[in-house]
């Protein structure tokens, strides 16, 4: 073809390129949308890491606190305003009595005053029934409580000496638990899962050091020098070698909840003594009790009959209880996998026996079999010969024969001059063929 022809080649590589160009621009990083889409993305990976979580539970916190607080406050502090009232008017009526008493009798003036304190009794009855649970010069929503009340939604904890008492504060309840309990077990479970790790990079390194002093080296299957062939440098920490197995200081920790359960059992009593210890300097509890209220939270059974007078140690509470919580996970999640390793094992086990007791049963059956085969080998062999011997004692020639021998005997027995009236047949000699006469 000439030089300004166009070949079907090139048309056909200037459409691929025009048609695929656009595909390949779909998400370009230096357009808006893609920028957008790019610190989506890293906002996600960083919100869905332990730390992200962590951060995003605590703002949500501190947002739920200020919201609970604005609703609920202005009713706590006008049924207290009620409360107030009610008794300054008492004590001035109270005050007018004493005044006037001269001019009152006794009866007049027990009746008033009994009257003036069932109306103070009873405002503060309704109070009681609207949620006010704290003397008149104390506020229950402030900003420590409301922290704590968040705390007690999304951890199921609920210890029920706060609670709100308007209807739009219980709505409110209900939407931020929705939201709330989600996310902290999500965050749990994270948690959980870290301290699963760290357990067994713990007995790692203690067996490493434990070798190393007994035997002066390291085992390589406790300590790993882990390094990219290709770059030539190390794994970095968190990097998944293979399925379920990540990297973190040059070992490789499983991530997965097989801790020996006596070894989870010891660190949740440890850290549930160590605790009691730390409530008894804040409160002004017992031993018995700071374990009792350390238990009843770790366990979110929460019946709130023991509970902190000091919300300043809030934060530090706070702390130690969502750890307490992080910890209880983890022990499900390790004793969820020890009776799964357990039910495994007898599955195993239970399928080996069944498969020795089937190759038992069939080897029996066997045995059964051949004695049967035996037994019916024999019994045609019985049974053949009898045939034989009943044909044999049926036939004409043995009949004859049989006959032939008998009268050979009774004539040989019988008296002289007898004939064979006697015979066993009745039948005399005269029906007796020719050449059968065994006169001679």
């Known amino acids: 073809m000439t030089e300004g022809s166009v070949t079907m080649e090139s048309m056909e590589s200037s459409y691929i390129q025009t048609s695929t160009a656009p595909h390949d621009a779909k998400h370009p990083v230096n357009t808006c949308w893609g920028k957008f889409v790019s610190g989506l993305k890293t906002i996600y990976s960083w919100v869905s890491s332990l730390v992200g979580l962590l951060f995003l539970l605590v703002v949500y916190t501190v947002i739920g606190a200020f919201i609970f607080r604005a609703v609920e406050a ?15 008017e008492m004590i001035e ?8 008493a001269h001019g009152l009798n006794e009866s007049e003036m027990t009746k008033d005053v009994a009257e003036r304190l069932t109306n103070y009794e009873l405002t503060i009855y309704d109070a009681y029934k609207n949620g006010i649970t704290t003397i008149s010069t104390e506020h229950k929503w402030n900003i420590w409580t409301a922290l704590f009340y968040c705390g007690t939604i999304y951890t199921t904890i609920g210890y029920g000496h706060i609670s709100p008492a308007t209807d739009l504060g219980r709505v409110l309840t209900i939407i931020y638990a929705v939201i709330g309990i989600p996310l902290a077990l999500i965050a749990l479970a994270d948690l959980g899962r870290k301290f699963t790790v760290g357990l067994k990079f713990v007995y790692a390194f203690v067996r490493q050091v434990y070798y190393w002093k007994c035997c002066n080296r390291v085992r390589t299957r406790h300590r790993l020098d882990i390094t990219d062939a290709a770059a030539g440098t190390k794994v970095a920490n968190g990097t998944e070698v293979r399925p379920g197995v990540k990297v973190y200081f040059g070992y490789e920790i499983s991530t997965e909840f097989n801790i020996p359960i006596f070894v989870v059992a010891f660190i949740i009593l440890l850290y549930l003594f ?5 409530y008894t ?7 018995l009790e700071a374990i009792y209220f350390v238990f009843i939270s770790i366990s979110t059974i929460g019946f709130g009959d023991v509970i902190p007078a000091h919300p300043k140690f809030f934060l530090l509470s706070s702390v130690y209880v969502f750890i307490g919580l992080s910890l209880i996970s983890m022990s499900i999640n390790v004793a969820i996998e020890f009776f799964n390793q357990q039910i495994g094992k007898a599955k195993v086990n239970l399928e ?4 020795r007791a089937r190759e038992k049963a069939v080897e029996k059956i066997h045995d059964v079999n051949r004695t049967l085969t035996k037994a019916r080998d ?5 049974g053949k010969k009898r045939s034989f011997e009943e044909l044999e004692k049926d036939s004409p020639e043995r009949q004859f024969h049989n006959g032939h021998n008998g009268h050979k005997t009774k004539h040989k027995d019988s008296p002289k001059g007898d004939n064979h009236k006697d015979s066993p ?12 006469n065994p006169v001679t």
């Open 74 to 88: 202005p009713h706590e502090k006008l049924e207290k305003k009620n409360i107030i009232v009610e008794r300054k």
């Open 93 to 100: 009526a109270l005050v007018n009595i004493t005044k006037a």
């Open 274 to 278: 160590l605790g009691a210890g730390m």
């Open 281 to 287: 300097l804040w409160e002004d509890w017992t031993y």
């Open 352 to 355: 080996k026996a069944s498969g």
């Open 378 to 382: 024999r019994m045609h062999d019985i």
């Open 425 to 436: 047949n009745g039948d005399n000699h005269k029906d007796i063929p020719r050449g059968d």
